[in-house]
């Protein structure tokens, strides 16, 4: 159980007020929210609602991730916040993620991806700039990471054992 007491501070709340249970409270964060305040502002009242964690919408650029969570971090929330990461299979599935979510993805990440890739054919060629973005995110201060699996099930099976014997 993650207590919210430690990672918010508020006037008036006494971690000793709360009852320890199984249960917590988890938010979306949107580091990628085209307005900057209200970026910052709606992850503020997520977390002084009571969040206890958050997970991100599906990320590609570890910049904004960073930045939201320096921003957070000067306002004295330090709750553990889960970049939400998807294995980019192609430029042009990258595309699609730009498209339709509003998602970026910096070009040293493009540029290590194949134009194109068919269903079902798996290139491990693809996992060695998705464990670029996470060592760039760790390094950037996020506590782990969430793997949006989707349909990729076997591909991110390989990419968790690589990860695993990687951050151990």
């Not at 000793?16 to 979306?28: H, L, M, P, Q, S």
């Not at 930045?67 to 004295?76: F, I, R, S, Y």
């Not at 068919?118 to 760039?136: C, K, Y």
Request: charged share 25%.
């Amino acid at each position: 159980n993650l207590n919210a007491g430690k990672f918010i501070e508020r006037k008036g709340f006494k971690v000793e007020d709360r009852e320890a249970t199984d249960f917590c409270i988890g938010a979306a964060i949107y580091p990628e929210h085209p307005e900057p305040q209200e970026r910052l502002d709606f992850s503020l009242k997520k977390f002084q609602a009571g969040a206890e964690f958050g997970i991100t919408q599906m990320i590609f650029d570890p910049k904004p991730y960073i930045d939201l969570l320096k921003q957070l971090k000067n306002k004295n929330v330090v709750a553990p916040i889960l970049p939400g990461l998807r294995i980019l299979r192609s430029q042009k599935q990258a595309q699609v993620m730009k498209t339709r979510f509003g998602c970026s993805v910096p070009d040293w990440y493009l540029k290590q991806l194949p134009l194109d890739h068919q269903a079902g054919v798996i290139h491990d060629s693809v996992i060695a700039p998705f464990i670029e973005l996470v060592e760039r995110l760790q390094a950037g201060g996020a506590p782990g990471v969430h793997i949006f699996v989707l349909s990729d099930v076997e591909l991110c099976q390989r990419t968790m054992a690589l990860l695993k014997t990687r951050f151990q």
